[in-house]
């Protein structure tokens, strides 16, 4: 046996870096810390449609947590790394789906919950894997099991009325005696303006409260608000001739839930084939008036894999939303909205671009 007690230090010096590998690896760190914090905790968000006004601007730039509801694990992990759909500037995609996994979510310390500002990837663009499609942010009206229901304009949840969005907006008429100065509208914080064929007057996007205001004005002859009382073939159900739903009154039926089970015949179809069909994988769904079969034998009722949500936006008659493609399911859901931290006029000249009161503020 051998017992070695010291060995002659080597004194060689370590050889330094290269100028291009230090950089390499400063680069290559930074990209893995930036995706890490991306996926797991705070990603960067802008607001491109008037779809939350007033609640969310156009030019708004947000911080949206994964913390809040847990972070996704990749389904789509052949991507070039911080890049959503494209490489930056081109329209070359920047993933392959040729491997597609199984996604779970981590922990959150948060569940959604009604009320949220929540941003989640678009339901209906098939096209995109699930993790890869346009990213959406509306506001939580309803979440899994509760009973929905609108009534001229109003939100009735489990058969409660439930109160409007802080900064609501709805569609209005405007008719005027004379043209209005585009000042004016400014003055009186209107943003979405058409003025309607002849001259008499326009259509406004604003809250209740400014519209009460401008029936004050004597150059205002009537301020109507527009709201629809006949059957659109293009909300959701989409069955006018069963389901007589239009944007501003529909229901009541039930926001799906993990672990309930319904019945499966003519009048339950149009409500929940779409989820059975695209978003529970199932697999050789074929779907009639009276009938949903799956893999070959029919079913008479059906139990939710998942948890859904129906999002609206708070620009109620400006915005693409549940009422047009129903349910959300909980594997679209990103993350909470939850700060502002920069906000930039698009219209603005340079000197008044920056929104300076909206920097840093929360969203509720």
């Known amino acids: 046996m051998s017992i070695r007690f010291w060995t002659k230090e080597n004194k060689q010096p370590k050889?330094?870096?290269?100028?291009?590998?230090?950089w390499g690896d400063a680069i290559l760190f930074a990209v893995v810390a930036a995706t890490l914090i991306r996926w797991a905790t705070f990603e960067a968000y802008t607001i491109p449609t008037p779809s939350m006004e007033k609640s969310l601007l156009v030019g708004d730039y947000l911080f949206v947590s994964k913390l809040h509801y847990g972070p996704r694990t990749p389904k789509t992990p052949l991507q070039v790394p911080l890049t959503h759909q494209t490489i930056w500037g081109t329209n070359i995609p920047s993933y392959s789906d040729a491997i597609q996994l199984p996604s779970y979510r981590l922990p959150g310390f948060s569940e959604v919950k009604n009320n949220d500002v929540v941003v989640f990837n678009f339901p209906p663009e098939e096209q995109h894997p699930v993790d890869l499609r346009t990213n959406y942010i509306k506001?939580?009206?309803?979440?899994?099991?509760d009973k929905i229901q609108m009534k001229d304009l109003q939100v009735y949840?489990?058969?409660?009325?439930?109160?409007?969005?802080?900064k609501v907006q709805y569609s209005y008429f405007l008719l005027t005696k004379t043209?209005?100065?585009?000042?004016?509208?400014?003055?009186?914080n209107?943003?979405?303006?058409?003025?309607?064929?002849?001259?008499a007057g326009y259509v406004v996007n604003t809250s209740p409260e400014t519209a009460q205001q401008l029936k004050g004005f004597e150059f205002i002859s009537n301020v109507i608000i527009r709201k629809d009382s006949v059957a659109q073939p293009d909300v959701f159900p989409f069955k006018p001739s069963m389901y007589p739903y239009n944007k501003d009154n529909f229901g009541p039926f039930v926001v799906p839930k993990e672990g309930m089970t319904v019945q499966i015949n003519a009048q339950t179809i149009p409500l929940y084939e779409m989820v059975i069909r695209k978003y529970e994988g199932n697999e050789n769904v074929v779907v009639t008036d009276s009938s949903i079969t799956i893999a070959g034998k029919a079913i008479t009722q059906y139990t939710f894999k998942q948890n859904y949500y129906w999002m609206m936006g708070d620009n109620r008659h400006d915005s693409l939303d549940s009422r047009y493609w129903g349910f959300v399911p909980e594997d679209h859901v990103v993350g909470k909205a939850v700060l502002v931290w920069m906000s930039a006029d698009p219209n603005?000249?340079?000197?008044d671009k920056i929104r300076w009161s909206r920097i840093f503020m929360g969203i509720k």
């Open 348 to 351: 603005a000249g340079f000197f």
């Open 179 to 188: 043209p209005l100065n585009p000042n004016f509208f400014k003055e009186n």
């Open 15 to 22: 050889q330094k870096k290269g100028f291009l590998r230090e």
């Open 157 to 166: 949840i489990n058969d409660k009325l439930v109160p409007e969005p802080e």
């Open 190 to 199: 209107i943003t979405d303006i058409q003025e309607l064929y002849g001259g």
């Open 139 to 145: 506001r939580c009206i309803a979440i899994a099991g």
